[in-house]
């Protein structure tokens, strides 16, 4: 993990050389402008854990990947459901306070942060009581279950001058942000059109369970209206940040439409949706979701006249592509003098090659632990008592619009945001 | 290293690449500039895919009234005349309608019927030059101008008078590297070695020509799918038969023209053996070289 972070500094150094930083991404400070941090007691960060299901246990150990590095004190674990409450104890060593109920941990325990993986319907209040208690906040993606929720823990916030940070780790990826750069700079020229899918071919239900039992809805509470919004929260929320993030916007408007075509089990949310999110400059987010075939996965591109980022396969393609080999093989032998024959004539090179072409990497750096390193971030920004307002921007533009989203689903109307939520 | 420009433009469906080396690179910037310019020029007049090009305004109009076309338009169809003369009808620029028929085909939708009533509506005696007053009609409204195995090579014709112009001695000019213009000599020898790629073993060349100042067409009617087979995409068709050519082969052809080569290479393609020795006298200095794809493997013909 020591190589890993090493090559992002040397990223992000190079990164800092450039004028889109401050806007785009100023949460490279972290990793640029680190928080002075001694080994001494004084200087250890304190993070509690709530909600220690599936993502949560990949953020605990994540973070234990880095807590002596960092001087962080895992000092407290919490989930209200037996399994995990009695894993968390087993992955912390039974060293480390585990609790039931959060109020009582954040009560008892001393702590500078608190990394919240709950459900989405259960993200407002530990993540208010935290922040009144003086606890910064670090939230899986996406916000709330509702505008007002989310509203809710912005303003909270604000209010209470504490970090809220949501978990889109691709703000971290060295892909995204060499391609933020690229983009910023007008490398594939403005960006006209973002395509993104996530498919795949799942039944979605991490847990066994009786369908439809409380403990089905419990642990299964992805498949439910009342606490998710499907794949909406959970997938395009995603990427819809990447869209902001890519335009430097929030869109003006989404429309969509889904339905349950396959899954037509006890589940309450889409299988499948499209969605077209509209951006002031008339630029098209299109964004799909299926549940029943994989066999697009997951991608978003962006597209510009003068070339095409696919973000997910870390590969830019020029509209103008570099010479075919066997031209670069000349360039290269009359430069070195050769006089050797060039295997060239032959079928007309399609016009199709522009798709072709493999493309080239946009980062070597692409097998990074983004999340990783976001959770990083966390812990500097806490020593520093401030996070940059963009990073806490992105989570909440990509979540309004998320929840706007699905109510265009339902509605079939095209959606904007109400004033009261615009911050 | 040798002084060395080389730049690219899309045009003509295609990649065009310009080498120039030994070339102060202030200059070649403003041939590059002349030579898009100039071809860009020859492809809004002679596309069919631009609605406003004169053989567009032709394809539409000339069935029902003489069309007056410019000098430049009346000179090609008039050359193409000959060469479709000359390669005994190969070499055919009104075969859309049928290339059109197979692509359309279905054993169920269709008929030999329509396909013989199709091959006796086109070909180049459909097409009517006028006589002194630079007009163009059609005998029937099927008959389509397609100078798709004529235009880069007529493109390569005029990127080398500019670059004669400018008193430029050695370039290496290739549209999707299938029609090859070279002039004077690479660097590190007294010609351009231009070779035949193997699509068998790409990488590998089946044959090497020796250029100075000449071109190097290949036609061909496959493509290499991803997984490496050779696939023939049925869109060189037989005007003889009506049928579209079933082997996979390529036809290169190197002559001192770019049109001969252009236009021979793609006659080749549905031209008997014999036929082909007789017509490559009448067009000597060339060569020309058939390579036949039997079960993947290069069977080479030199003739």
Redesign the interface.
């Known amino acids: 993990m020591q190589i890993n972070r090493r090559k992002f500094i040397e990223l992000t150094s190079t990164l800092a050389g450039s004028t889109v930083v401050a806007s785009a991404m100023p949460w490279l400070s972290a990793f640029n402008n680190p928080a002075a941090a001694s080994a001494n007691p004084s200087d250890r960060v304190r993070i509690g854990f709530i909600g220690l299901g599936g993502r949560g246990k990949a953020l605990l150990r994540n973070v234990q990947d880095f807590a002596d590095r960092l001087n962080v004190d895992i000092a407290a674990v919490c989930d209200n459901y037996d399994p995990h409450y009695q894993e968390a104890i087993e992955l912390t060593g039974g060293e480390v306070p585990a609790f039931y109920d959060y109020r009582r941990m954040l009560d008892e325990v001393e702590l500078d942060g608190v990394v919240i993986a709950t459900p989405l319907k259960v993200h407002m209040e530990p993540t208010i009581d935290a922040m009144s208690r003086g606890v910064h906040v670090f939230c899986e993606k996406a916000m709330e279950r509702t505008l007002d929720r989310v509203k809710r823990m912005y303003d909270a916030h604000l209010e209470h001058d504490k970090i809220l940070l949501i978990g889109h780790q691709r703000l971290f990826s060295p892909v995204y942000l060499t391609a933020i750069e690229e983009i910023r700079r007008g490398d594939i020229g403005p960006v006209t059109m973002i395509n993104g899918n996530w498919h795949r071919n799942t039944d979605w239900i991490f847990y066994d369970a009786e369908p439809g039992s409380a403990l089905d809805r419990q642990l299964n509470w992805r498949l439910y209206r009342e606490t998710s919004a499907g794949m909406l929260t959970e997938l395009l929320s995603h990427h819809l940040q990447v869209a902001n993030w890519v335009k430097d916007a929030q869109p003006v408007s989404v429309t969509g439409s889904g339905s349950i075509n396959f899954w037509k089990d006890h589940r309450e949310v889409w299988d499948n949706f499209s969605l077209v999110f509209k951006y002031a400059d008339g630029t098209h987010f299109k964004y799909s979701c299926l549940q029943s075939n994989a066999h697009n996965g997951m991608q978003i591109q962006a597209l510009g006249n003068k070339g095409m980022m696919d973000l997910e396969v870390n590969k830019r393609y020029w509209e103008d592509p570099p010479a075919p080999p066997a031209i670069r093989q000349m360039i290269h032998n009359i430069e070195s003098n050769l006089f050797d024959t060039i295997p060239i004539g032959g079928a007309t090179w399609v016009p199709a090659e522009p798709v072709a072409y493999g493309g080239e990497f946009i980062s070597d750096d692409w097998e990074m632990n983004e999340t990783q390193l976001y959770l990083e971030a966390f812990v500097d920004f806490i020593r520093k008592g401030e996070a940059p307002e963009k990073l806490t921007l992105e989570g909440y533009n990509a979540s309004t619009w998320t929840l706007l989203a699905e109510d265009a689903t339902y509605s079939d109307r095209h959606q904007t945001l109400p004033e009261q939520y615009l911050v | 290293?040798?002084k060395?420009y080389?730049n690219?433009f899309?045009a003509m469906?295609?990649?065009c690449?310009i080498?120039l080396?030994g070339v102060e690179e202030d200059l070649c910037e403003h041939l590059f500039a002349v030579i898009k310019d100039e071809v860009n020029r020859v492809e809004s007049s002679l596309s069919r895919f631009l609605s406003h090009s004169e053989i567009s305004v032709i394809n539409k109009k000339a069935a029902k009234e003489p069309v007056t076309v410019s000098e430049e338009i009346y000179g090609i169809l008039e050359t193409c005349r000959e060469y479709s003369e000359m390669t005994h009808g190969a070499f055919d620029v009104s075969l859309r309608p049928l290339l059109q028929y197979w692509k359309e085909k279905n054993d169920n939708s269709t008929s030999d019927l329509r396909l013989y009533e199709i091959m006796d509506a086109i070909g180049m005696k459909q097409i009517e030059l006028g006589n002194g007053d630079r007009s163009v009609s059609f005998v029937n409204d099927r008959v389509e101008i397609d100078l798709g195995g004529f235009g880069k090579g007529y493109a390569l014709e005029h990127i080398q008078k500019k670059l004669m112009d400018f008193s430029v001695r050695n370039a290496?000019i290739?549209?999707?590297?299938?029609?090859?213009l070279t002039m004077g000599s690479?660097?590190?020898?007294d010609h351009w070695?231009?070779?035949?790629?193997?699509?068998s073993q790409?990488?590998?060349?089946?044959h090497?020509?020796a250029v100075n100042d000449g071109a190097?067409?290949?036609s061909?009617n496959?493509?290499?799918d991803d997984s490496g087979e050779l696939r023939n995409h049925r869109h060189v068709i037989n005007p003889f038969t009506g049928y579209p050519v079933e082997e996979c082969i390529?036809v290169?052809v190197r002559s001192d023209s770019s049109i001969v080569a252009e236009v021979l290479s793609t006659a080749f393609l549905v031209t008997r053996d014999e036929t082909i020795a007789l017509i490559k006298e009448q067009a000597e200095p060339c060569e020309v070289v058939k390579v036949n794809y039997v079960g993947g493997e290069p069977e080479i013909t030199v003739y």
Do not use: C, Q
């Not at chain 2, 690479?186 to 020898?189: Q, S, V």
């Not at chain 2, 070695?193 to 699509?199: A, E, M, S, T």
């Not at chain 2, 790409?202 to 089946?206: M, Q, S, V, Y």
């Open positions: 290293m040798n060395l080389h690219s899309y469906g295609t990649r690449h080498v080396p290496f290739s549209f999707g590297e299938s029609s090859i690479h660097p590190a020898g070695k231009v070779g035949l790629n193997d699509y790409p990488g590998r060349a089946l090497t020509f190097v067409s290949t061909s496959f493509f290499v390529t290169s």
